[in-house]
């Protein structure tokens, strides 16, 4: 499979200007806003205010804590589009370090017309868009704003059509852009990225085995089978008629290939900016902060005096119940629970949003008044809607980890967003894991994995599986925990097997003294600055040079 990777010509071509599309601008939902969001202060040191990003105008009624509107940024543009495509935009910066320009466009207006476009879409591209339901029609809507707003900033600015220009739509909920680029501005090179396959996410998603039966599976087929015809058919055209079609690891590389017929042309990893971490003493203060708060919240709810020196572990991100990897953690806690070679406690984590009516407001005033607290749910920090049909309520029953006084291993659930105001801890997902002292990602389906390299970044060793594009570029390094990143195998059949080796090596943390684990927590931090965007930026200058070749010479 031809894929670029490591590779890099000494002489590119390099885009005069930028435009980035992206569900996830200036909206954090997933893994994709850390990609941007990071990856921006770098991009913008070369390209400056010739970089624009554009997202979804969610915020329409509320205040977009993320976004900052400059009234006085692109004022003719705005007005422009508003007489020429008869869409409102807000323009202003993205506060994220870098501060780049971002558009921001209410799209819901092109949801009249969705059917012309689908119309024009099928004509342009051939996008089967007869099956659609759920969120296709806002994302392609969005998708098609996106690309109304190039073409419109092009013609407002006069910019000449011999100008390099690059547009760069990520996932297939922004493809329709690029749809329309063709159409109307052809000589602009076209970027798309799949950071995951719609259908290969569905397959894992759906309990079908992806890995082993991977060369067998078609994509159109599937498709069908799962109900995915229009998702799968705009990702599909929209990797073949981009000028540079990437993927964000090799092992989605090769879903790519078997399920969307199309070799990515080159792999962008995803890299990251840790100025997010604090340093020093700062660093020392807000862990021991985050130790107390964690120990205080695990002893309220548990009702019972943690050991000194119990072992922190979490696990967070989407509430995947396989896909993350929380069914073969959880059956790991039970092997540990088991254990008897050694005493010492292990209190596990798992933060992952869920269906939840709001914080326990019995939790919430017995931490406040430093009184016991008197329930019987002793696992959950939040009220859940349907605890009966919670996966990670129904295998802590199923694996009897029911925090009772003998047992070993301690769970404490938090199925809420961590942003802040969740009502118990009150403070951001990184605040508090800085706090832990291990976390485990035994990911089945994650085509990056950006949960164990933020631990890692926070000096927090991490354990996840070669079935992570994370966990296979860490590979080429050592793979046991006491590196730093402890790597197991994993596959469509071994998550009994997975479990066993994830409770063994959480174990061999356990027996380590405070010496080797400063050592391994110095080692984690190091693999994560292999992994900042000055390393990795060059993938993107490469595929942006692919674009602009190919675009010539398709013109």
């Known amino acids: 499979m031809p894929i670029i990777f490591y590779t890099m010509a000494t002489t590119e071509q390099e885009p005069e200007y930028i435009f980035e599309s992206s569900w996830e601008v200036c909206n954090m939902v997933g893994g994709i806003y850390t990609v941007l969001s990071t990856r921006a202060a770098t991009l913008v040191k070369k390209h400056s205010d010739k970089l624009i990003f554009i997202g979804p105008d969610v915020w329409v009624e509320h205040e977009s804590p993320f976004f900052k509107e400059d009234t006085s940024l692109l004022r003719e543009l705005a007005v422009y589009i508003t007489a020429s495509y008869g869409l409102h935009i807000r323009v202003g910066r993205w506060m994220v370090p870098g501060n780049p320009i971002a558009i921001l466009v209410d799209f819901y207006p092109l949801l009249n017309q969705?059917?012309?476009?689908?119309?024009?879409?099928?004509?342009?591209?051939?996008?089967?868009?007869?099956?659609?339901?759920g969120d296709y029609d806002e994302?392609?809507?969005?998708?098609?704003?996106?690309?109304?707003?190039?073409?419109?900033?092009?013609?407002?600015?006069?910019?000449?059509?011999?100008?390099?220009?690059a547009a760069h739509f990520n996932e297939w909920m922004t493809s329709f852009g690029l749809f329309y680029l063709r159409k109307h501005q052809p000589g602009v090179a076209t970027l798309f990225t799949t950071h995951a396959t719609s259908i290969g996410r569905?397959?894992?998603?759906?309990?079908?085995?992806?890995?082993?039966?991977l060369n067998e599976y078609n994509g159109d087929?599937?498709?069908?089978?799962?109900?995915?015809?229009?998702?799968h058919s705009t990702e599909k055209q929209a990797a073949h008629l981009a000028d540079c079609f990437t993927t964000v690891s090799k092992i989605t590389a090769l879903e790519c290939s078997q399920l969307l017929d199309k070799d990515p042309d080159i792999i962008t990893p995803n890299g990251f900016e840790d100025d997010f971490v604090p340093g020093g003493k700062e660093f020392t203060r807000q862990r021991s902060e985050a130790r107390k708060l964690l120990r205080k919240v695990a002893e309220t709810l548990i009702g019972e005096q943690l050991h000194d020196d119990a072992l922190f572990v979490g696990t967070a991100g989407r509430y995947e119940?396989?896909?993350?990897?929380?069914?073969?953690?959880?059956?790991?806690?039970?092997h540990l629970n088991d254990y008897r070679a050694s005493n010492r406690q292990v209190v596990a984590f798992i933060m992952v949003p869920a269906w939840i009516r709001g914080h326990r407001a019995d939790l919430a005033n017995s931490l406040q008044h430093n009184?016991?607290?008197?329930?019987?749910?002793?696992?959950?920090?939040?009220?859940?809607?349907?605890?009966?049909?919670?996966?990670?309520?129904?295998?802590?029953?199923?694996?009897?980890?029911?925090?009772?006084?003998?047992?070993r291993v301690k769970v404490v659930f938090v199925p809420a967003y961590l942003n802040g105001k969740d009502g118990i801890f009150n403070k951001s997902y990184y605040e508090l894991l800085?706090?832990?002292?291990?976390?485990?990602?035994?990911?089945?389906?994650?085509?990056?994995?950006?949960?164990?390299?933020?631990?890692?970044?926070?000096?927090?060793?991490?354990?996840?599986t070669d079935l992570s594009g994370f966990g296979e570029w860490v590979s080429d390094l050592p793979q046991h925990v006491r590196t730093g990143v402890g790597i197991i195998h994993r596959s469509d059949y071994n998550s009994h097997e997975v479990a066993i080796e994830l409770a063994a090596m959480i174990n061999d943390f356990l027996a380590e003294n405070e010496t080797s684990i400063a050592s391994i927590r110095k080692k984690a931090a190091a693999i994560a600055q292999k992994a900042l965007w000055k390393h990795f930026i060059h993938f993107y200058e490469k595929a942006y040079s692919i674009a602009l070749r190919n675009a010539q010479t398709r013109i």
């Open 371 to 407: 009184y016991p607290l008197h329930a019987y749910n002793r696992l959950s920090t939040h009220e859940l809607h349907d605890y009966q049909g919670d996966p990670v309520i129904g295998a802590l029953n199923w694996f009897h980890l029911h925090n009772q006084p003998g047992d």
């Open 321 to 334: 119940y396989k896909n993350k990897g929380l069914d073969v953690f959880i059956e790991s806690l039970k």
């Open 139 to 165: 994302s392609s809507m969005f998708g098609y704003a996106s690309g109304m707003i190039i073409d419109a900033y092009l013609k407002c600015y006069s910019i000449p059509t011999s100008t390099c220009v």
């Open 114 to 133: 969705k059917d012309e476009i689908y119309g024009k879409v099928w004509e342009t591209a051939r996008v089967n868009s007869l099956g659609a339901y």
């Open 202 to 213: 569905s397959i894992a998603g759906n309990q079908k085995p992806l890995y082993n039966y």
């Open 221 to 231: 087929q599937m498709a069908g089978e799962l109900n995915m015809v229009s998702k």
């Open 434 to 464: 800085i706090g832990l002292d291990l976390t485990v990602f035994a990911s089945y389906y994650e085509p990056w994995g950006y949960t164990p390299l933020e631990s890692v970044a926070f000096h927090v060793p991490t354990i996840t």
